[in-house]
């Protein structure tokens, strides 16, 4: 699960290098990410800052127990 969280680090630190420390441009180059290979497949970032991505997980208690369910939408 840790791993949603990691790409989200990586994402906004290649941002932010690629930004060169201006705050507007650093949101423009995470806009702008297209085909990003990731730990989650590839995906992109769309205008209104949303991923493409359609795969997603979540806990769920299944059986009593409590697990990682990998969904797609």
Same mark, same amino acid.
């Given at each position: ?9 990586? &994402?906004? &630190?290649?941002?932010?290098? @690629? ?5 507007? @441009?650093?949101?423009?180059? @995470?806009? @702008? ?41």
């Amino acid at each position: 699960m840790g791993f949603y969280g990691y790409e989200a680090m990586a &994402l906004v &630190l290649d941002a932010i290098a @690629a930004g060169d420390g201006d705050r507007a @441009a650093t949101a423009r180059a @995470a806009r @702008a990410t297209r085909d990003r290979d990731s730990v989650l497949g590839r995906y992109s970032i769309d205008a209104d800052g949303h991923t493409t991505s359609t795969a997603y997980g979540r806990l769920a208690v299944i059986d009593g127990a409590l697990v990682w369910d990998v969904e797609a939408s």
